[in-house]
């Protein structure tokens, strides 16, 4: 069975694991956790540990669980109670983080009680923040106080030096294929690539490594952005072979929803500039990737999942 070894954050980690889930494969979910927003802010202050929201988010897109269960774990108390916004899910990992210590022993309880297809590590067991670099050398502290800064944002770093998960290193050695998912570049993606000991390893590991782009652009991040732009901002950290492969939309919005986005959100569509990435020796695969949930626009996790699956099956192919 083919190893997968996926890094991200949120939602757009949380989409495509839907579909990947679904697949024969060994998968390895690795999660930052330096948020510091709603629920999992209120948390770290009380209890003085690593975000829980992004994990218990990917628990629950990993999970097999019925919808009950489900609907349960995900369940928020709303404004006017004593625990207003908290999760039962955040609840519940914050409560075995105290019993058992540390993720390592916390998350295989939650992961049974889930049913969860494959694993869930946290980046880190350290209780650090990220720090946005902005373009005027602003440092302004904290994830949910850079995504709310308004000012153009370069590069992250750690408020404090961490050790990284050695499970997460010891995936990525054994790693067929390593992803970094769709979301925020800033927040999502460069938490990870911003530790040198674990980028190390990636440079070092033989699995290519796959990009799976953003559909829409993120203000303050990514504005005007076209696919090659994404990569390029990867490679800082990764360096120029540091991505082999795309996975990038080529369908088209609704004009309904692109002016929806470009209005409330000031989002637009990444375009894709396939004769770019090909001069800089980067494979690309290109579908209609876009579904609309609630309104919202999402990748759709099960063509991505299937178009990742047929690639390893076809590298299997030409490797024998």
Do not use: W
Not at 174 to 201: M, R, Y
Not at 215 to 232: A, Y
Not at 296 to 317: C, G, N, P, Q, W
């Amino acid at each position: 069975m083919k190893k997968i070894v996926i890094f991200g954050g949120g939602s757009g980690l949380s989409q495509l694991l839907k579909g990947l889930k679904l697949f024969p494969i060994d998968l390895t979910a690795v999660v930052s956790v330096s948020d510091n927003g709603r629920s999992t802010g209120l948390l770290r202050k009380d209890f003085n540990i690593p975000a829980v929201g992004d994990i218990t988010k990917v628990l629950i897109a990993m999970s097999d669980a019925n919808s009950d269960v489900k609907k349960l774990m995900s369940y928020r108390f709303n404004s006017s109670s004593s625990i207003e916004s908290h999760s039962i899910k955040n609840l519940m990992l914050t409560a075995l983080l105290d019993i058992k210590g540390d993720f390592k022993n916390a998350l295989p309880v939650l992961q049974d009680m889930l049913d969860v297809k494959g694993r869930v590590l946290p980046l880190t067991e350290a209780s650090v923040d990220l720090v946005g670099i902005a373009k005027d050398g602003t440092e302004i502290v904290g994830e949910e106080e850079i995504t709310k800064s308004g000012k153009k944002i370069i590069d992250v770093k750690y408020s404090a030096d961490f050790k990284v998960n050695e499970d997460v290193i010891n995936a990525v050695k054994n790693a067929d294929l390593i992803i970094f998912s769709s979301g925020s570049l800033l927040t999502s993606i460069f938490p990870h690539i911003v530790c040198e000991s674990l980028v190390k390893e990636i440079k070092k590991s033989k699995a290519k490594k796959m990009y799976i782009c953003n559909l829409v652009t993120q203000p303050g991040e990514t504005n005007g952005f076209k696919v090659s732009d994404h990569v390029k901002m990867l490679q800082k950290h990764l360096g120029e072979d540091g991505i082999n492969i795309v996975l990038a939309n080529d369908g088209q919005l609704s004009k309904e929803i692109a002016k929806k986005y470009a209005n409330e959100e000031q989002k637009d569509p990444v375009p894709l500039d396939e004769n770019k990435l090909k001069k800089m020796n980067i494979q690309v695969i290109k579908d209609n990737l876009i579904s609309i949930e609630d309104n919202l626009i999402r990748h759709d996790s099960l063509k991505v999942a299937y178009l990742i699956f047929s690639y390893l099956m076809e590298e299997d192919k030409l490797s024998k």
